[in-house]
């Protein structure tokens, strides 16, 4: 069996779904990125850790942050029916794996941070997006090369993935093909996923201001209250400080109450 094949099929689905249910699609597809696959080329290996999702099918999901070559051009021109290559961004600024099954759509993730092996050792634990597209540029990797380089890892990992909003996307200006409007339906979405977050401080993650850390445990905490009505805000402040000890409960305490 083709080991991208429930991948292939999950972003199958995410395209012919209605509007409504994209960006929880869109998480089920990072979750999978992040727990089920890496990326090899050559003697390196690119372990994701946050990833970006950006998608643009015309009529459905018409996200324009998604790069484009020139206004002649269609809106992820680089990110169209190349499952599983790297798209990496002019200059080398960072590098993205696409998504996209078919010319009818662009779909790909950028890679924010990661963990790098370089001949099966870990050359960086926590690598940030312009970082591992130099890692790649060193190796000789070339700008539109058309290698498949994603692979599913022998054993999945079991960590939490937790959601937040993209980086950078806030500040964005208004341009003539996409007004601050159309922005807006599109720059607060949680479309990014991440693991590790125990592990890592908001700074060193880089999160959008305002959607970090705390933020960040208080959506994956209103899903446990949702599921687990009962639960009081003081075992929910204990989850917290497991899940995420580098933050604090100000933002837990203003969406459960105090805790006692």
Known sequence: MDELQELKQKVTALISSPSGIHDELLQEVNAMLLTQYIICVKNIVIEPLRVEAYLYV?????????????????????????????????GYGGVDIVLS?????AYSCLIKNSYVSVDGEISRRFVKQYEAAKFLKDAGFQIGDQQVVLKRRKHARE???FHTVRKGLLSIVERPDFSKEEQNQFNTRAIASLVEL????????????????????????KKVKASNPDITAGELNELRKELYPNGSKKLLEEEFGKVQ
């Open 198 to 221: 125990k592990d890592h401080s908001s700074s060193q993650f880089d999160f959008e201001k305002g959607y970090g850390g705390d933020w960040i445990i208080v959506q994956y905490l």
């Open 101 to 105: 099954l078919d010319n009818t759509y």
């Open 58 to 90: 015309d009529g459905s999901y018409e996200d324009r942050f998604i790069h484009r070559p020139n206004r002649n051009a269609p809106y992820g021109a680089c990110q169209r029916n190349r499952f599983g290559q790297l798209y990496v961004h002019p």
């Open 159 to 161: 960590d939490i993935v």
